[in-house]
């Protein structure tokens, strides 16, 4: 079974990477699952409820977050109604929303899809060992195939977290810093992992950002305007390669795409 999983999001950029070349990998690598980092997905900022519609429309069967979820309002009652956007599972209780979900792919297969959110350098939340651990164990009695999405700025804490995790869950994939690693491996029970998949949107950016505006802001420490760059947008994330009867991976791939410059 093939699982695709995107980067962060990033803006009108990112989105129009999804629609030009999202059909096209789905196409050549035979993709029966995609998932997609989209906390970013309004304006580099937050999500709005029409751009989680048109996401989705395009192909993405799941929509993972982190700590920008709550940026845009009008998501708020969205997510208790759209189960398919998922927030960190790692939020106090009380806050909207799901954090995982089990849905069938294209082949039947179900797959379940676990969001969690880091707190080192992060905003104190729930622990995600603990909360993932528990969440873990409900899924597989219904599928065997797990994927996490670990939306934290530590390494050591995501990489801690596929031990603590591995053989229990098919991958655990990193969010947030807009870099991709090239760390990609199976680990030794079977659990596919990368530190971070990267980012959809304009590279030649800082993190999707006009790189002069943030090198002011560098420099003055002034309160600056960040606009949204557009040149050099690509596709950033892995293709995870696992086996649909028992869960376990094996292989990883990274993918780099580039959209054709208009």
Not at 4 to 27: H, N, Q, S, T, Y
Not at 177 to 195: L, M, S, W
Request: with cysteine; aromatic share 6%; hydrophobic share 40%.
């Amino acid at each position: 079974m093939n699982i695709l999983f995107i980067g962060d999001i990033v803006g009108k950029p990112g989105r129009e990477a999804i629609k030009a070349l999202l059909p096209k990998i789905k196409a050549r690598e035979d993709i029966e699952f995609t998932i997609a980092n989209a906390e970013n997905a309004a304006g580099g900022a937050g999500l709005t409820p029409a751009i989680a519609s048109e996401l989705l429309e395009m192909g993405i069967n799941v929509l993972t977050t982190g700590d920008h979820i709550w940026d845009r309002k009008e998501i708020l009652e969205e997510i208790d109604k759209e189960h398919r956007i998922l927030r960190p599972l790692n939020y106090p209780e009380g806050a909207p929303g799901i954090g995982s979900i089990v849905l069938n792919s294209k082949s039947g297969a179900k797959v379940g899809v676990i969001n969690l959110v880091g707190r080192v350098f992060m905003h104190p939340v729930e622990c995600p060992f603990k909360t993932g651990i528990k969440e873990v164990n409900k899924i597989k009695e219904d599928t065997p195939i797990v994927i996490v999405d670990i939306h934290a700025e530590a390494t050591s804490e995501k990489l801690a977290l596929c031990w603590y995790l591995d053989g229990l869950v098919t991958a655990i994939c990193g969010t947030h810093t807009h870099i991709q690693t090239a760390d990609e491996r199976v680990f030794p029970k079977g659990t596919a992992y990368i530190t971070d998949l990267g980012m959809t949107g304009p590279f030649d950016s800082v993190l999707g950002r006009r790189p002069e505006q943030i090198i002011r802001r560098f420099i003055t420490g002034l309160p600056t305007r960040f606009e949204m760059a557009d040149s050099n947008v690509q596709l950033q994330g892995v293709i995870i390669y696992c086996d649909a009867k028992n869960g376990r991976a094996s292989s990883i791939k990274r993918i780099q795409e580039k959209l054709a410059q208009k």
